[in-house]
């Protein structure tokens, strides 16, 4: 099959004939239907994930077929369109069985532990208790935009953070994940103050219902323009970017026993940030991680999809081609454009 592969970090993926995958006796192969562009995938590139071999084929947010299956899977048959989380738990360790797969002690993560979707068929393990079968209404470019920002924002909001209805959630950076992020925290009745550098990122936050947004480069401080507009601070904030900045600023423009998630990734010599512990300690504020969703929590999502409380398909950006996928990922670092872009060709 071609896939998109790279033999050197930070050096441009090329298409390559790769043998076509087989699956494990736990696993699955699933012809991809999309696949997301990631910033995540970014990262792996550039070299900031230590789980990544080369040579690698990137992807993660992967929606698709199952064509073949492993001899101990007795749940999935070819023909079945699913979708996964980004981390898929190995069920037996002690975060899988208390449901916690996001955190699993042995995950199985395509696109970094071992090779991904950015190409026409991937092979998954621990097929059996991770797939998730997609309603018919959901077409596949918009499960796969689901697969890491959408998800991993829903249990950021929703989950850790749990947002309440009139709750104010401030939302940093408005990317993929920030705008999910902005679009969750409203249909769960937050109002939401979106806050970002672009003017054109803040308009789509407007649009998916952001109450009010801040333009960083604009104010003198963006931590008193939060405090001043949420009448004492937000109830929850997100740093959605992942920068050392953002993550100051969404603790410190928390009122009094306020919640934090951090949901973008802060990795290479940027993983150690300052943060504001005296207001932690002194406001007793809450400070939560985010990393993805486990797949049996996934039915309050596509519940709320189905009814038409969420509709991540506003998100999609570009649809590419896999040769697009490449120009896609290796220019991430510019945040050209809004939304999330998914590879449908290949």
Same mark, same amino acid.
């Given at each position: &099959?071609?896939?998109?592969? /790279?033999?050197q970090?930070?050096?441009?993926?090329?298409?390559?004939?790769?043998?076509?995958?087989?699956?494990?006796?736990? =696993?699955?192969?699933?012809?991809?239907?999309?696949?997301?562009?990631?910033?995540?995938?970014?990262?792996?590139?550039?070299?900031?994930?230590?789980?990544i071999?080369? #040579?690698?084929?990137?992807?993660h947010e992967?929606a698709?077929?199952?064509?073949?299956?492993?001899?101990?899977?007795?749940?999935?048959? #070819?023909?079945?369109?699913?979708?996964?989380?980004?981390?898929?738990?190995?069920?037996?360790c002690?975060?899988?069985?208390?449901?916690?797969?996001?955190?699993?002690?042995?995950?199985?993560?395509?696109?970094?532990?071992?090779?991904?979707?950015?190409a026409?068929?991937?092979?998954?393990?621990?097929?059996?208790?991770?797939?998730?079968?997609? #309603?018919?209404?959901?077409?596949?470019?918009?499960?796969?935009?689901l697969?890491?920002?959408?998800?991993?924002?829903?249990?950021?909001?929703?989950?850790?953070?749990?947002?309440?209805?009139?709750?104010?959630?401030?939302?940093?950076?408005?990317?993929?994940?920030?705008?999910?992020?902005?679009?969750?925290?409203?249909?769960?009745?937050?109002?939401?103050?979106?806050?970002?550098?672009?003017?054109?990122?803040?308009?789509?936050?407007?649009?998916? =219902?952001?109450?009010?947004t801040?333009?960083?480069?604009?104010?003198?401080?963006?931590?008193?323009?939060?405090?001043?507009?949420?009448?004492?601070?937000?109830?929850?904030?997100?740093?959605?970017l992942?920068?050392?900045?953002?993550?100051?600023?969404?603790?410190?423009?928390?009122?009094?026993?306020g919640?934090?998630?951090?949901?973008g990734?802060l990795?290479?010599?940027?993983?150690?940030?300052?943060?504001?512990?005296?207001?932690?300690?002194?406001?007793?504020?809450?400070? /939560?991680?985010?990393?993805?969703?486990?797949?049996?929590? /996934?039915?309050e999502?596509?519940? &709320?999809?189905?009814? =038409?409380?969420?509709?991540?398909?506003?998100?999609?950006?570009?649809?590419?081609?896999?040769?697009?996928?490449?120009?896609?990922?290796v220019?991430?670092?510019?945040?050209?454009?809004?939304?999330?872009?998914?590879?449908?060709?290949?």
């Amino acid at each position: &099959m071609r896939a998109a592969v /790279y033999e050197q970090f930070q050096h441009r993926p090329e298409i390559r004939t790769v043998p076509d995958p087989v699956p494990t006796p736990d =696993g699955v192969v699933l012809e991809v239907g999309a696949t997301g562009v990631c910033r995540s995938d970014w990262h792996g590139w550039m070299g900031h994930d230590p789980d990544i071999r080369l #040579p690698h084929v990137p992807g993660h947010e992967i929606a698709g077929t199952v064509v073949a299956v492993g001899a101990d899977v007795r749940r999935w048959r #070819p023909g079945d369109r699913v979708t996964l989380p980004f981390v898929a738990g190995c069920g037996r360790c002690a975060e899988c069985q208390a449901g916690q797969q996001q955190v699993c002690e042995q995950q199985f993560q395509p696109g970094f532990t071992h090779w991904g979707s950015f190409a026409p068929f991937v092979g998954i393990h621990y097929a059996e208790q991770n797939l998730v079968r997609l #309603p018919d209404s959901l077409d596949f470019v918009t499960a796969a935009s689901l697969g890491c920002r959408f998800a991993t924002s829903f249990r950021a909001v929703a989950q850790q953070g749990r947002v309440r209805g009139g709750e104010w959630l401030a939302v940093h950076g408005c990317g993929g994940v920030g705008l999910s992020a902005v679009m969750i925290g409203r249909a769960l009745g937050a109002r939401v103050v979106a806050v970002d550098i672009d003017d054109a990122k803040l308009a789509r936050a407007r649009e998916l =219902g952001a109450e009010v947004t801040v333009n960083s480069r604009h104010v003198p401080d963006t931590v008193q323009a939060v405090r001043d507009l949420t009448g004492g601070g937000a109830h929850v904030s997100l740093d959605a970017l992942g920068h050392p900045q953002t993550a100051f600023n969404s603790v410190a423009n928390l009122r009094r026993r306020g919640r934090h998630v951090q949901v973008g990734l802060l990795l290479s010599d940027q993983s150690r940030p300052a943060l504001p512990m005296d207001a932690v300690i002194a406001r007793e504020l809450e400070l /939560y991680g985010s990393h993805g969703m486990a797949a049996h929590t /996934y039915p309050e999502m596509l519940g &709320m999809i189905e009814s =038409g409380l969420l509709n991540p398909a506003a998100l999609i950006g570009e649809r590419l081609s896999l040769e697009g996928g490449i120009e896609a990922l290796v220019t991430m670092d510019r945040f050209a454009g809004t939304g999330v872009n998914v590879i449908d060709r290949f």
